[in-house]
């Protein structure tokens, strides 16, 4: 494998486009070819930065044809930086197909960190933090979502999931009926003007977004079964 990094993974913002880091940007300008997962979504970002670099779209349905081409670039000596519509590339977004091609035609490959819808919303859920479970998105059928939820009413762990703000009140209301004092948090429209981070029972947030329903995008995260005995539910007060 060659020394130099062909595949620039690169973590890109989710919301506020000042979250760009200094090496993100340094690696766009540098670049030969952006991957992007919607070309005219991250095309709004590189106007913003002022980057004009060949752009080509990279996503779920045409990442396996997509990756060879790029490859065959890459091979030739040129650097493809890949981002998504936010946050890091491959985590629930388009891209681990694409690595694994490049890992198997031995192509270097670097990861540029940068936000997470993930860390975000754990680090201001006000939730335990030590150990947290990462579920993805919820599913779209009920039965199925409802199974993943009360999975993860049983975990010692912190979860985190994406959800739709279209679905998201059936979510809480499952939770809700199930544990009504669980604890936990809604973040919606991270880094945005707009941010929100709703932290109660599962009950009380239910009960909210029920009465307010919720817009943009949501993170749902749920607190552990068992909380630490330092750890201050809502509404509680130091002796």
């Known amino acids: 494998m060659e020394d130099t990094p062909r595949l620039i993974l690169v973590a890109t913002p989710i919301g506020n486009l000042g979250d760009l880091t200094h090496r993100a940007l340094t690696a766009l300008r540098d670049a030969d070819i952006i991957a992007c997962e919607d070309t005219r979504h991250s095309g709004r970002l590189l106007k913003h930065y002022e980057i004009e670099k060949p752009k080509v779209s990279l996503h779920e349905h045409n990442e396996a044809m997509r990756s060879e ?113 669980r604890l936990v948090c809604v973040a919606r429209e991270l880094t945005k003007l707009h941010q929100e981070f709703r932290r109660d029972r599962a009950e009380g947030v239910h009960q909210h977004f029920l009465e307010r329903p919720p817009k943009g995008e949501i993170t749902l995260v749920i607190g552990p079964s068992k909380v630490p005995n330092w750890f201050a539910r809502p509404n509680e007060t130091d002796s």
């Open 69 to 181: 081409a790029l490859v065959a670039e890459m091979k030739q000596g040129k650097t493809v930086a890949l981002i998504s519509d936010a946050g890091l590339p491959t985590i629930s977004d388009p891209g681990q197909r694409f690595l694994q091609r490049c890992l198997a035609a031995g192509i270097a490959y670097d990861v540029l960190p940068g936000p997470s819808a993930v860390l975000t919303a754990l680090a201001g859920s006000g939730l335990p933090t030590e150990t947290f479970y990462y579920g993805g998105f919820l599913p779209n059928k009920s039965g199925r979502r409802q199974r993943v939820l009360e999975e993860a009413l049983e975990r010692d762990e912190t979860c985190v999931f994406f959800e739709s703000p279209h679905r998201l009140v059936r979510s809480l209301a499952v939770l809700a009926a199930s544990e009504p004092d």
